[in-house]
């Protein structure tokens, strides 16, 4: 059975940063590029950023630079380092395997004052 479990989200203030923790099972994680992504309040999901099984990143414009993605294949981890995070930020986060047709349940992350 494919579970992702999303975890580290909370409120935060503007400027501030916070680490999500998503771990897989289920899957053969070490096969599969993971990425993040986040729904608004009142808007559709949107890619954030994701890691391929090697490491390779790649990131949506307005995280880059902010954001860091990283994996552990000896844990089926994969991380979403935040910083300098803006309340434009404000969203549940998910993680998601590129090819497998299955969602989490997120963790919210507020940003504000």
């Known amino acids: 059975q494919v579970q992702f479990v999303e975890s580290g989200g909370g409120l935060v203030q503007p400027g501030g940063s916070l680490r999500l923790s998503c771990a897989a099972s289920?899957?053969?994680?070490?096969?599969?590029?993971m990425g993040w992504y986040r729904q608004a309040p009142g808007k559709q999901r949107e890619f954030v950023a994701i890691?391929?099984?090697?490491?390779?990143?790649n990131y949506a414009d307005s995280v880059k630079g902010r954001f860091t993605i990283s994996r552990d294949n000896a844990k089926n981890t994969v991380y979403l380092q935040m910083n300098n995070l803006a309340p434009e930020d404000t969203a549940l986060y998910y993680c998601?395997?590129?090819?497998?047709?299955?969602w989490g349940q997120g963790t919210q992350v507020p940003v504000s004052s």
């Open positions: 289920g899957i053969m994680f070490n096969n599969y590029a």
């Open positions: 890691v391929g099984s090697g490491g390779s990143a």
């Open positions: 998601h395997a590129l090819g497998i047709a299955y």
